[in-house]
């Protein structure tokens, strides 16, 4: 019964920066992953960032350089720091996790980012 909760999102022109988090009514101190994927109208779902237990976060080259995944234990919490935007970078972003105690993946329910002057 794990929910996600995303925020942050919103109108930004290009260039700007937008910080998008997602809160888990679990501690995330458990998770065996964290991501964060993205959706634009008649696209595929892309991967954007990706954190996994053990390891150091990845990106999409799309984003690398400008886009920053981190989390806090204390506040149940993942982040995406996003700078530079660009127009291209318009779509639905959606929070993922999964527990190494909890079969399957839980979702957020997405949070709109539009880049646009």
């Known amino acids: 019964q794990v929910q996600l909760v995303e925020s942050g999102g919103g109108l930004v022109q290009p260039g700007g920066s937008l910080r998008l988090s997602c809160a888990a009514s679990r501690s995330i101190f458990s998770t065996n992953s964290m991501g964060w994927y993205r959706q634009a109208p008649g696209k595929e779902r892309e991967l954007v960032a990706t954190l996994t237990r053990g390891g150091s976060p990845k990106y999409a080259d799309s984003v690398k350089g400008r886009f920053t995944m981190s989390n806090s234990n204390a506040r149940s919490t993942v982040y995406l720091q996003m700078n530079s935007l660009k127009p291209e970078d318009t779509a639905v972003y959606y929070c993922?996790?999964?527990?190494?105690?909890?079969?399957?993946?839980?979702w957020g329910q997405g949070t709109q980012v539009t880049v646009s002057s």
């Open positions: 993922n996790m999964r527990w190494v105690d909890l079969e399957g993946a839980f």
